[in-house]
């Protein structure tokens, strides 16, 4: 069982993020982070990566809450981050059509490729299978290759825009 926590951290569509106190109703720590729209935020031990409109993807120390580095993905937002600590990698899924993987300590750019046409939303891993997964605007559920990145399968799987995927890791029907 995770233990309760009071803390929310939040981000928003004017200029950064706030740890929000949740039981005393206050801002315990707010961060600048330039004129950018917050799209994802994801979090592994001490480390903080935030997607951000303006094609950055920020890494914070949680502890100091103030940024360590920052790296340009894309031209356009990236709108989902995925940690995949088993390969030391997080992948983005950009609006420009394009996902891309980074090595998690240095945010250098390991991979990028065409995936979702013209936006990816959503990226997903399962390390189980060592497949990565993506949708976007173009309603398309795609499956991709850790191990060299290739389209395994490409899937019509909507009417409209793929905006989240999840892995229910154990389905109990009852």
């Known amino acids: 069982m995770v233990p309760h926590t009071p803390y929310l951290l939040v981000g928003h569509n004017t200029q950064g993020i706030h740890l929000i106190n949740w039981e005393s109703k206050s801002e315990e720590k707010s961060l600048f982070l330039g004129n950018v729209t917050v799209f994802d935020i994801k979090i592994l031990g001490n480390w903080i990566w935030v997607a951000c409109s303006d094609g950055n993807l920020i890494q914070i120390d949680l502890e100091a809450f103030a940024v360590v580095k920052k790296t340009k ?20 899924g950009c609006s ?36 990565l997964y993506s949708g976007g605007r173009d309603a398309h559920l795609k499956s ?27 389905l109990h029907l009852l």
């Open 73 to 92: 993905c894309s031209e356009k937002p990236i709108r989902s981050i995925e940690v995949v600590p088993e390969r030391g990698w997080l992948v983005v």
């Open 144 to 170: 991709w290759s850790w191990q060299d990145f290739d389209l395994i399968q490409d899937v019509p799987a909507h009417l409209f825009a793929i905006n989240q995927i999840v892995h229910l890791s154990s």
């Open 96 to 131: 420009d059509a394009h996902m891309a993987v980074l090595n998690m300590a240095t945010l250098e750019m390991v991979q990028s490729w065409p995936a979702n046409h013209p936006s990816v939303f959503s990226v997903l891993s399962i390390p189980e299978t060592e497949i």
